[in-house]
Antibody
Framework: EVQLVESGGGLVKPGGSLRLSCAAS????????MNWVRQAPGKGLEWVSS????????YYADSMTGRFIISRDNAKNSLYLQMNSLRAEDTAVYYC????????????WGQGTMVTVSS | QSVLTQPPSVSGAPGQRVTISCTGS?????????AIWYQQFPGTAPKLLLF???YRPSGVPDRFSGSKSGTSASLAITGLQAEDEADYYC???????????FGTGTKVTVL
């Protein structure tokens, strides 16, 4: 059974940093592109970042470029998101999502971890 | 800001058919990229409903179907059931943004 478990969320002041983790199991983690998607309270889904299976290709949404860093450790079956210079508008539930074998679709999601940016 | 536009809400009586539109542009759906659909219940993670515009993952009932034409895609729910009351999002890839984009989301209400 595929499982994705996020951790690392919490309350952080504006300008602060936070590192999210996603522990994967139930599939060959090293074979799949992984993504982060966020959802602000009461709002829609927003794609954050994507990292290919071997970390060769990394992409970010424009509003995250330069502040967020995605990475993975295939030996530990783990995905990470380092978030710096956090703003109030980064407040959201952050989900890690596995990309489907054919690409483009996110076929499995974690339960999410809440990040609150507030003074 | 979402680049895929969906109606904020649709509603229907049990057993009826409802459709949700997803309007994109020439850099996403219109460029030939697939439309993907997700279902989300309050307080839970999204669930993949349709991929490659029309295909259902195993376990998704066949009352959910999809289509794509030009710069738009649609999700149809036939034989609407109370358990279908949820939020629905479309998603695609956008070549001008070099990333994935989601729709604005549609709340389906079963009357």
């Amino acid at each position: 059974e595929v499982q994705l478990v996020e951790s690392g969320g919490g309350l952080v002041k504006p300008g602060g940093s936070l590192r999210l983790s996603c522990a994967a199991s139930g599939f060959t983690f090293s074979s799949y592109t992984m993504n982060w998607v966020r959802q602000a309270p009461g709002k829609g889904l927003e794609w954050v970042s994507s990292i290919s299976s071997s970390s060769s290709y990394i992409y970010y949404a424009d509003s995250m470029t330069g502040r967020f860093i995605i990475s993975r450790d295939n030996a530990k079956n783990s995905l990470y998101l380092q978030m710096n210079s956090l703003r109030a508008e980064d407040t959201a539930v952050y989900y890690c999502a596995k990309e489907s074998p054919g690409g483009d679709a996110f076929d499995f999601w974690g339960q999410g971890t809440m990040v609150t940016v507030s003074s | 800001q979402s680049v895929l536009t969906q109606p904020p809400s649709v509603s229907g009586a049990p057993g009826q058919r409802v459709t949700i539109s997803c309007t994109g542009s020439s850099s996403n759906i219109g460029a030939g990229y697939d439309a993907i659909w997700y279902q989300q219940f309050p307080g839970t993670a999204p669930k993949l409903l349709l991929f490659a515009s029309t295909y259902r993952p195993s376990g998704v009932p066949d009352r959910f179907s999809g289509s794509k034409s030009g710069t738009s895609a649609s999700l149809a729910i036939t034989g609407l059931q109370a358990e279908d009351e949820a939020d629905y999002y479309c998603q695609s890839y956008d070549s001008s943004l070099s990333g994935y984009v989601f729709g604005t989301g549609t709340k389906v209400t079963v009357l």
